[in-house]
């Protein structure tokens, strides 16, 4: 089964950018679809982006587009999420996601989770 670390989280002050990382292991990564998806403190977790496991298609919340990117290198087994023009409403815990279709990742059905990374965003 698939195992999940994100890396890159911090404190970045509001406008700033911001890139968050997640390295996979033990699965056939290069043929799953990744995602991911953040929690802030007191509210319930959110879908941000999904990322096709060919790297063709992407999907992504309406709150982040046009700020967020997300990517992948199949060859590393990494996907990152580059996350620009940061706003305080940002702030949450980052977690990445793999799951066996796209749309159904973006919903939250995943066959594996990270631990997750914290980014805070100041004023």
């Known amino acids: 089964q698939v195992q999940l670390v994100e890396s890159g989280g911090g404190l970045v002050q509001a406008g700033g950018s911001l890139r968050v990382a997640c390295a996979a292991s033990g699965g056939t990564f290069s043929n799953v679809p990744m995602g991911w998806f953040r929690q802030a403190s007191g509210k319930d977790r959110e879908f941000v982006a999904v990322?096709?496991?060919?790297?063709?298609?992407?999907y992504y919340a309406d709150s982040v587009k046009g700020r967020f990117t997300i990517s992948r290198d199949n060859a590393k087994n990494t996907v990152d999420l580059q996350m620009n023009s940061l706003k305080p409403e940002d702030t949450a815990v980052y977690y990445c996601a793999a799951g066996a279709d796209p749309k159904l990742l973006a919903n939250g059905v995943a066959d594996a989770w990270g631990q997750g990374t914290q980014v805070t965003v100041s004023s």
């Open positions: 990322i096709s496991y060919s790297g063709g298609r992407t």
